[in-house]
């Protein structure tokens, strides 16, 4: 049997808690259920569809961007509502448990990396994979090259490769540089930073495709990527 960290614990013990808790609320007072103060807080976010043809990107099967879409993008914001209107319920009972309430919290920040991120994902195919715009000036002064830069960020992506994550080129607003972090998952992030490019590095992306070869899968998302997306999301950022 596998150890837990007493994080792991505390957070599994949350979650299990703020199920209790909800399953409990009918008891609760009814100003703890006015449905006026619980829908301030629920969660109506929807899909964003997808701005390409995925049969008609290179590399990359129709089947693996459907499933990808529908199951785990989908998947997340819909656990995402889930949550928002748990939070909301939790937020009407003065009694919640505030452990339970942490739990909550730290899933809907794991969700919401989740949405934001994979809207990120394919918001950014259905190019050519061409670089161009300011931003690819940007990167060539700030690594050195081009060809420096995107050395860097495969390399990075590798890393991830076997395993989960994002490699995500960001731009730091506190630092006012460009970086490729490394994200274990959904909640890693760099504070003030504006993601412009977000590869996601979980094998459900490319398994289905490429098995464990994750460089294939780099190269094709690579030749995939529309570099006026990012280069819109980089002036954005600067502006």
Do not use: Q
């Amino acid at each position: 049997m596998s150890k837990i960290t007493r994080r792991e614990a505390i957070g599994t013990a949350a979650i299990g808690v703020a199920g209790a808790a909800l399953t409990g609320s009918a008891s609760s007072p009814a100003a703890a259920r006015d449905p006026a103060r619980i829908k301030a807080f629920l969660g109506t976010l929807a899909p964003r569809p997808l701005r390409f043809d995925p049969a008609k990107l290179t590399g990359l099967s129709e089947r693996l961007i459907t499933s990808h879409w529908e199951n785990n993008y989908r998947g997340s914001v819909r656990g995402l509502n889930t949550i928002e209107a748990r939070l909301a319920a939790a937020m009407a009972d003065p009694d919640f448990p505030p452990v339970a309430y942490a739990g909550l919290k730290r899933e809907e920040l794991h969700r919401t990396g989740s949405v934001v991120l994979h809207e990120l994902y394919f918001d950014g195919l259905g190019g050519n994979g061409e670089a161009g715009g300011s931003v690819r000036d940007a990167l060539a002064s700030a690594f050195g090259s081009f060809d420096a830069w995107l050395a860097e960020f495969r390399r990075t992506a590798m890393s991830l490769a076997g395993g989960s994550g994002w490699c995500v080129l960001t731009w730091n607003a506190h630092t006012r540089s460009l970086h490729n972090y490394w994200a274990w998952d959904h909640m890693h992030g760099a504070v003030s930073g504006a993601p412009l490019i977000a590869l996601d590095m979980y094998e459900h992306s490319y398994h289905m495709d490429y098995g464990t070869a994750a460089a294939r899968y780099i190269d094709a998302f690579m030749a995939n990527l529309d570099w006026e997306v990012v280069d819109e999301r980089y002036r954005a950022a600067t502006a």
